[in-house]
Structure formats: C-alpha cells, structure tokens
C-alpha cells in the first residue's frame, strides 16, 4: 500500500503564490507518473500538470507559464508551484501517483486532496 501526504493549499489574493508538495510513502519499488489534478464546484476534474520518471512535463493550457511541477525523487515528493494565481484556479488539488510493486505491477494512487482558494 501507497501512502500520499499533501500540503501547501490555503487562501491566497489573485497575483499571489503557493506551493503545493505530495510525499508518497509505503510499499513500492519505483514511481513512475506523478500529477497534479484539480477539481472546481460543478466541473470535472482535470489534469494540470504532468512529470514522468524521466522529467518529461505536461500542463493544462490554463496554467503553462504560470504553474511549475518538479519532483525530488530521493523524497519521492511532488511539487506544484503555482504563481499568478487567478480565482479560477480555485479548487481542491489532488496528486495521482503511479507505482510499481515488488511483483511488477502498475498501481495508481491518489492523495487526500488540498483546497486553493484564491480570492481577494
């Protein structure tokens, strides 16, 4: 079993910053994909930002030049820095991690969710 830890989330002014972290911890022999997806009231959850084992990223349109994803695979830890933030970016933010396990199987495991509330 996977163990997902996030912090970072909270109320911050439009323009404003955060950083956003998720710690996996547990049974597993390699992570692979980590992401950062978010969901708003009444809409769909999302993928906003996307990082491979090997460093590859992906992002949202909505975000690209404004979010950062970075990982420091030593802490098996994921990072989302958010910059410029605009009230539309309020959501409640989600890391996903995928695993494989000492049998050599894909797991996929998601964390608590942190809320983002930017408002002035």
Request: glycine share 12%.
């Amino acid at each position: 079993q996977v163990q997902l830890v996030e912090s970072g989330g909270g109320l911050v002014q439009p323009g404003g910053s955060l950083r956003l972290s998720c710690a996996a911890s547990g049974s597993f022999v390699e992570i692979n994909a980590m992401d950062w997806y978010r969901q708003a009231p009444g809409k769909q959850r999302e993928l906003v930002a996307g990082m491979t084992s090997g460093g590859s990223t992906d992002y949202a349109d909505s975000v690209k030049g404004r979010f950062t994803i970075s990982r420091d695979n030593a802490k098996n830890t994921v990072y989302l820095q958010m910059n410029s933030l605009k009230p539309e970016d309020t959501a409640v933010y989600s890391c996903n991690v995928h695993t494989i396990d000492g049998l050599g199987h894909r797991n996929d495991y998601w964390g608590q969710g942190t809320q983002v509330n930017v408002s002035s």
